[in-house]
């Protein structure tokens, strides 16, 4: 079975403070995929960033960057000088590559999400 | 414009009377996949289809009912509704799983009394 788990339930931080999100998951297979997704106070769900479990290398786009761990299982979300609008519930998520004969790729597991509040 | 779109957005009804939430995708996508959200426990998946007539069951699938007639739809039936339905869904779809980033509609909030 596959699992993830984003241990901070909420953050508060101020503007320009950095922040850093855990995701730790876990799954047999040595193949999959990891996702992060935003969902701002106006509901909808955004796509972030993808990363295959072959790829460790750790990735940068603007303010947000993600470091990604398989020796920890871990692939933690970093947002640099956070703003106001980067307030909203983040998404951790796990996606297996499929195999033959199997189905269970077509699951996607999510974390509980992390409630970050950035104040003024 | 490339969307998910997804009715009724609010809905309340009472136990019982079935209902069916509709979603619709114009990306040609294969993949196609009903979540459920409810605070503290994040996304959890109800069902999901590869494809046409192809479809399994998620981590929650329980008192729910999915078909996939046709490429664009994936309709999320409840036969018979109770208060622990009442929750947060969302569409979503996907060009290939599992790699391809899943486009989500903008939600359905339902309320069973």
């Known amino acids: 079975a596959q699992k993830v788990t984003q241990a901070q339930t909420e953050i508060s931080v101020v503007e320009k403070e950095d922040v850093t999100l855990d995701c730790v998951y876990e799954?047999?297979?040595?193949?999959?995929?990891l996702f992060w997704y935003k969902q701002p106070p106006s509901g909808e769900l955004v796509f972030l960033i993808r990363r295959n479990s072959f790829d460790e290398q750790n990735e940068i786009s603007g303010r947000y960057s993600w470091n990604f761990q398989k020796s920890t299982s871990s692939f933690n979300f970093t947002i640099t000088a956070s703003q106001v609008v980067d307030s909203a519930v983040y998404f951790c998520?796990?996606?297996?590559?499929?195999?033959?004969?199997?189905?269970?790729?077509?699951?996607?597991?999510f974390g509980q999400g992390t409630i970050l509040t950035v104040h003024p | 414009e490339a969307q998910v779109t997804q009715n009724p957005r609010y809905l309340i009804t009472v136990t019982g009377k079935k209902l069916t939430v509709t979603c619709s995708q114009n990306m040609n996508h294969e993949y196609m996949s009903w979540y459920r959200q409810d605070p503290g426990l994040g996304l959890r998946q109800i069902y999901y289809s590869m494809n046409v007539e192809v479809t399994d069951k998620g981590d929650v699938p329980e008192g729910y009912k999915v078909s996939r007639k046709e490429k664009r739809n994936f309709p999320l039936i409840l036969e018979s509704p109770s208060p622990n339905q009442t929750s947060l869904y969302f569409c979503?779809?996907?060009?290939?799983?599992?790699?391809?980033?899943?486009?989500f509609g903008e939600g359905s909030r339902l309320t069973v009394l």
């Open positions: 979503a779809s996907s060009l290939a799983r599992p790699k391809g980033e899943l486009f």
């Open positions: 799954t047999r297979d040595t193949t999959y995929y």
């Open positions: 998520a796990l996606s297996l590559k499929p195999y033959a004969g199997g189905t269970s790729y077509g699951k996607l597991t």
